[in-house]
C-alpha cells in the first residue's frame, strides 16, 4: 500500500504529460491537413477558374469547320478528284463564293440544271447577258435586242431558266465578271453533275470555309 501511494502521484504526472502529448500531436495533424487541404482546393479552384483561350474552340470558327469538312464522307471522296481540286483553287470561285447569294445558288435545282446547258455556259459570257444583269433584267429581257440570240430564245422554253430569271440572287451573283468565267469553266460544270460535291456545297462548315475564303487550304490538308 505504501507502495502505491509512493509512485501515485508520478504515474498521474506521467499519464498527464502522455495525454497533453497525444492532444497536441493531434491537433497539430489536423491544422496541418486543413491548410493542405486548404491550398489544394485554392488551387483546384484557381485552375478551374483559368480558361486558356487557345484551348477552347469557339463553335464556328475556322479550325472547327474546317475539321469537320476534313471528317466528312463527301470531302474524302473527293479530295483526290482533279476537278474538285481545279475547282477550289479557282479564283472566279473563290470570289463569288464569298457571297452568300452565291452559294444559295449552288443549292438551287434551276441553277443546277442550266449549269449543266452548254447553251447557257455560251450565253453567259455574252456581253448582252452581262449588260442585263446590271440592268433591270425584266426590262432587258422583253427587248428585241436580247430575243434575237438564238440561244436566249432556246432557252426561254426551259422552266428552269425563266425561273432563275426571276431570283435576285442569281441576278446579283451575275453581274460579278466571274460568273461568266466560273459557269463556263470545265471543273465547275463537271462538279455540278456530282452529287457528292452538291451535298458537300449544302454543308454550313463548308459554306463557311467557302465564305472566309480557305477554300484552296482545304485541299493541301
Do not use: C
Not at 449552288?106 to 455574252?126: G, P
Not at 434575237?148 to 465578271?177: C, H, I, P
Request: proline share 1%.
Amino acid at each position: 500500500m505504501t507502495s502505491l501511494r509512493k509512485w501515485r502521484f508520478p504515474i498521474l504526472i506521467g499519464s498527464g504529460v502522455i495525454a497533453a502529448g497525444a492532444l497536441i500531436y493531434f491537433s497539430n495533424a489536423h491544422i496541418g491537413a486543413n491548410k493542405t487541404q486548404g491550398a489544394i482546393g485554392q488551387r483546384d479552384v484557381y485552375r478551374d477558374g483559368q480558361v486558356n483561350s487557345a484551348d477552347v474552340a469557339t463553335p464556328g470558327s475556322a479550325p472547327v469547320a474546317t475539321q469537320a469538312i476534313l471528317e466528312s464522307s463527301e470531302f474524302k471522296s473527293l479530295a483526290n478528284n482533279q476537278a474538285f481540286q481545279e475547282l477550289m483553287k479557282d479564283g472566279s470561285f473563290a470570289q463569288l463564293t464569298r457571297n452568300q447569294a452565291f452559294l444559295s445558288l449552288l443549292s438551287d435545282r434551276s441553277f443546277q440544271e442550266l449549269t449543266r446547258n452548254a447553251m447557257f455556259a455560251q450565253l453567259v459570257k455574252t456581253d448582252l447577258f452581262r449588260q442585263a444583269m446590271r440592268q433591270d433584267l425584266k426590262q432587258e429581257m422583253r427587248s428585241d435586242l436580247f430575243r434575237q440570240d438564238a440561244r436566249f430564245s432556246e432557252l426561254t422554253k426551259s422552266e428552269a431558266f425563266n425561273r432563275l430569271m426571276k431570283e435576285e440572287s442569281f441576278a446579283r451573283s451575275a453581274r460579278s465578271e466571274a460568273f461568266a468565267s466560273l459557269v463556263s469553266s470545265g471543273s465547275f460544270q463537271n462538279m455540278m453533275r456530282s452529287d457528292l460535291f452538291l451535298r458537300l456545297a449544302s454543308q454550313a462548315s463548308f459554306q463557311q470555309a467557302l465564305l472566309q475564303g480557305s477554300a484552296a487550304q482545304l485541299v493541301r490538308q
